[in-house]
């Protein structure tokens, strides 16, 4: 009591209120700070819990989407199936058709076949009728022809016969026509060939088939005449001697054949050939003579 009533001391009094005031400023402190902590916390929370949210959302969504897809897969599979039932199907229809069409033309061409068999055979038993009749026909005419032939062949044996005759006439006139044939030395001394001193004699030396004979007749003006392959030119007549003089052009050369008789073979050769070239004269008269040139036939370079 005594402390109680004792008068209270100034500065204790303004000392207590000051400790107390600190006292509550250091709790304000704290609770602001545990306010900001609390407020940070629940925040916190109330962000984490609206972000799971969206996550579940999310979630939610992807698992709907999910099932979407499996719905249009489902939907997609479905109608690729019936596509490829309903292709398999239209193409087993094509198929069928195929196969039915092409039985249907395996059983028109097995008829056309037939009929067109048919027709040939048809054909081909006409035909066979009308050549047993043709070689009936022929063996009829046969028959009779063979009669004529036999006839005929009586007939021509007795031809031969005559032919036989007129050939051995006409070759013992051959040979008679060879006997009258001479060879002579030709004025190069040369052993000619056979000479001919007549047209009968002429045709002989052709049929023979030595050479080639060509006729001439020359007349006596001096100028070149062409027979054959070569000229000649008649410059000299004597009748009464049965002589002539003419000239031979031939390989760009000129010679002269002088004082020259009748059936005389006057020679000369050409570059192209072995044997000589032979005139003879059959004939003189007072303006020119005639004869023939013998051309040998086969051409070969001379040896020289």
Do not use: C
């Amino acid at each position: 009591m005594s402390e109680m009533s004792q008068p209270i001391n100034q500065t204790n009094v303004d000392s207590t209120p000051s400790s107390h005031s600190g006292s509550w400023g250091a709790k304000g402190i704290l609770a602001v700070a545990l306010a900001v902590v609390f407020g940070g916390s629940l925040y916190q929370s109330v962000r984490l819990s609206n972000e799971l949210g969206n996550v579940k959302q999310q979630l939610s969504q992807s698992q709907q989407r999910m099932t979407d897809l499996q719905g249009e897969v489902g939907t997609t599979t479905a109608d690729a199936k019936r596509e490829a039932n309903e292709a398999v199907a239209k193409m087993n229809e094509e198929i069928a058709k195929a196969r039915k069409e092409a039985q249907v033309g395996a059983y028109r061409a097995q008829v056309a076949v037939k009929q067109q068999t048919g027709k040939v055979m048809t054909a081909l038993e006409a035909k066979n009728t009308e050549l047993t009749g043709q070689i009936d026909q022929l063996k009829q005419d046969n028959a009779a022809k063979s009669t004529e032939f036999d006839q005929t062949l009586t007939g021509i044996k007795g031809d031969v016969g005559d032919v036989k005759t007129e050939v051995a006439t006409a070759k013992a006139d051959i040979d008679s026509t060879k006997t009258d044939l001479r060879r002579a030395v030709g004025d190069m001394g040369v052993m000619s060939g056979l000479i001919a001193t007549n047209a009968t004699e002429l045709g002989e030396l052709r049929k023979l088939g030595e050479r080639n004979y060509i006729e001439f007749t020359l007349a006596k003006n001096g100028q070149p005449q062409k027979v054959g392959d070569i000229q000649m030119a008649l410059k000299k007549t004597d009748l009464k001697r049965n002589r002539f003089t003419f000239d031979v052009v031939a390989d760009d050369k000129r010679v002269e054949k002088k004082d020259k008789t009748i059936n005389e073979p006057v020679q000369f050769y050409l570059s192209s050939m072995r044997l000589p070239y032979e005139v003879v004269v059959n004939s003189v008269t007072k303006d020119g003579v005639k004869g023939y040139l013998a051309v040998p036939k086969v051409k070969l370079m001379a040896s020289r």
